[in-house]
């Protein structure tokens, strides 16, 4: 049996979240598909994260973030998007991954692991988080290399490598560091990234220059081996113990389900997907973007500070469209 929406968003995100208000509001019939939990990557984040923003800009639709500090936590996170979702009953279904797009004619055709859904617009909210960047060197596929960091206790007492000079390396790094854990950073630049916290870049750099965690700079993991790595310095080889390989080196969107449902993107490095900056929608008639996704590789470009205002630019569109309200709630 299919089940047919006007609108269904994939992706239950804060921005997912934000364009289903949106639709509620207008009185639209709407659903949102989320294959994991709710805000699925915030709950993937590392358990002792703090947001580089303030709580009023991750605010979405004026709803108050009431935090205990200036920067949010990633718990008072998700206990503000569970409460904005719980409390304006939003229809969404969770643990329920969208497998295919297709459209065909004036709609959409969606299959799930679940249903089949037909719907006459569709917004894609799915953020980056999904689909780590690897390393693609030798032993990357061992038990002991991972690409998603939550907390640190597993490591003290460990030779842990961390990969990366970002806020979440970063972050690791000093995590691991104060709960006894032999840290070396591997960074391909020069220095700790300048986009990490302001706060925390001072106390990184601290540590490193009196020792406390080692790091090699301009470098990379040349290879993985069970109890060691050998790492590619500008003085050559370097082989140090290992027990855990931590490579926080990014993420990217699913540019193979963008690619499925017909989404063109640009011919360069940063693979930036095409929409109208406007109304959000894409090269596919119906098909809007919303959130971090619209940045391509540039998965810094984008976040929910700056991109709260995409589900408002949908709305707009979709006003505008007779399509849309041929289906009411």
Not at 34 to 46: D, V
Not at 108 to 133: C, M, Q, S
Not at 218 to 235: D, G, L
Request: proline share 5%; with cysteine.
């Amino acid at each position: 049996m299919q089940i047919e929406k006007q609108i269904i968003i994939i992706g239950a995100g804060p921005i997912g979240i934000a364009c289903a208000l949106e639709c509620k509001k207008h009185g639209w019939d709407y659903l949102v598909l989320e294959k994991g939990s709710l805000t699925n990557s915030l709950f993937n984040y590392p358990l002792n994260m703090t947001f580089f923003s303030t709580s009023e800009k991750l605010e979405i639709d004026r709803i108050p973030f009431i935090s205990n500090n200036p920067k949010p936590s990633r718990n008072e996170a998700l206990e503000y998007y569970r409460r904005v979702t719980t409390a304006n009953t939003l229809n969404i279904n969770l643990y329920e991954k969208v497998e295919s797009i297709k459209k065909h004619e004036e709609t959409f055709l969606l299959k799930t692991d679940k249903a089949e859904y037909r719907a006459h617009k569709v917004i894609i909210a799915t953020g980056f988080y999904d689909i780590p960047n690897y390393l693609n060197v030798k032993g990357e596929q061992l038990p002991k290399v991972m690409h998603y960091y939550k907390e640190a206790h597993p490591f003290t007492l460990q030779n842990v490598a961390v990969v990366g000079a970002s806020n979440s390396s970063v972050d690791a790094s000093l995590e691991i560091y104060r709960k006894g854990g032999n840290v070396t950073m591997i960074v391909r630049g020069h220095e700790i990234g300048e986009r990490v916290k302001y706060w925390v870049r001072p106390d990184v750099i601290n540590r490193i220059e009196e020792g406390s965690i080692k790091a090699f700079f301009n470098s990379e993991i040349h290879t993985i081996e069970p109890h060691q790595i050998t790492v590619k310095t500008p003085e050559g080889l370097k082989t140090i113990p290992n027990d855990y390989v931590i490579a926080l080196t990014g993420y990217r969107p699913n540019f193979d389900f963008l690619k499925q449902a017909g989404v063109t993107f640009s011919e360069d490095k940063k693979h930036i997907p095409t929409y109208n900056d406007e109304t959000m929608e894409t090269n596919v008639d119906g098909l809007y973007l919303a959130g971090v996704i619209c940045g391509g590789m540039e998965t810094h470009k984008w976040f929910i500070e700056n991109s709260r205002i995409h589900a408002k630019l949908i709305a707009e569109a979709l006003e505008k469209s007779p399509s849309t309200l041929q289906i009411k709630a």
